[in-house]
């Protein structure tokens, strides 16, 4: 069974402040997208990464792909409240599968 | 225009009651998906649908029953509710790209389950 976990579970930060999201598998990926949820909305895709060591930028999204391509991370520079939510990383074999991540709910203090 | 639509948005039900949930989706995607967000916000797929033919069923109870009349509709009907089956059912969709399908999921807003 292909897993994903994500650390931290829980990060309650001031604004301004830098922050990580792991997200780690035993299991090789075709690629790996991350997804950001509001309450009571359904997840919205941020960026997809395919080739392994792939390194993608959105604004101060910074998101990169293992050389293995097993896990990736996801680093927010100068986080605001607008960052606030659940964020999900979602990894594909290359099937119509794509195994959710366990989440990491982010909390940005204003 | 939403893109993915699900109805109804929340549902609260007796145990052993039968329900079911619509989703429609507007983008002209030929593959739909239901997925399940229990109380710790993990999203399982349950069901995933190809141009209207079953290519995932995730050992899900066979209370469950998706059905999908055409690509553009995928309809999740529940019989005998458990208290186990609260939970948020999102139906997405997206577009295949052949044999390596790394497509945009796109989500629904969600159907909130509640079984008393």
């Known amino acids: 069974t292909q897993l994903l976990e994500q650390s931290p579970q829980f990060l309650s930060i001031q604004e301004g402040e830098n922050l990580t999201v792991y997200c780690n598998s035993s299991?090789?990926?075709?690629?790996l997208q991350w997804y950001r949820q509001e309450p009571g909305e359904g997840p919205v895709l941020l960026v997809t990464?395919?080739?392994?060591?792939e390194v993608k930028k959105l604004k101060r999204l910074t998101f990169q792909f293992g050389d293995a391509r097993k896990d990736s991370s996801l680093h927010i520079t100068a986080a605001q409240p607008g960052d606030t939510g659940l964020y999900l990383c979602a990894g594909t074999s290359g099937t119509y599968k794509y195994i959710f991540g366990t989440g990491t709910r982010l909390k940005v203090l204003a | 225009d939403t893109a993915v639509s699900q109805t109804p948005k929340y549902l609260v039900t007796q145990m052993g009651n039968d329900k079911s949930i619509k989703c429609e989706q507007n983008?002209?995607?030929?593959?739909m998906y239901w997925y399940k967000q229990d109380s710790k916000k993990f999203l399982k797929i349950m069901f995933s649908?190809?141009?209207?033919?079953?290519?995932i069923n995730e050992t899900v109870p066979n209370r469950f029953s998706p059905k999908s009349p055409d690509k553009a509709h995928l309809n999740l009907h529940i019989n005998s509710l458990e208290l186990g089956d609260s939970a948020v059912y999102f139906c997405?969709?997206?577009?295949?790209?052949?044999?390596?399908?790394?497509?945009?999921?796109?989500f629904g807003e969600g159907s909130r389950l509640t079984v008393l």
């Open positions: 983008l002209g995607h030929d593959t």
């Open positions: 649908y190809n141009n209207k033919e079953l290519i």
């Open positions: 997405a969709s997206s577009q295949s790209s052949g044999r390596w399908n790394t497509g945009e999921l796109f």
């Open positions: 990464v395919v080739t392994g060591g």
């Open positions: 299991s090789v990926f075709s690629s």
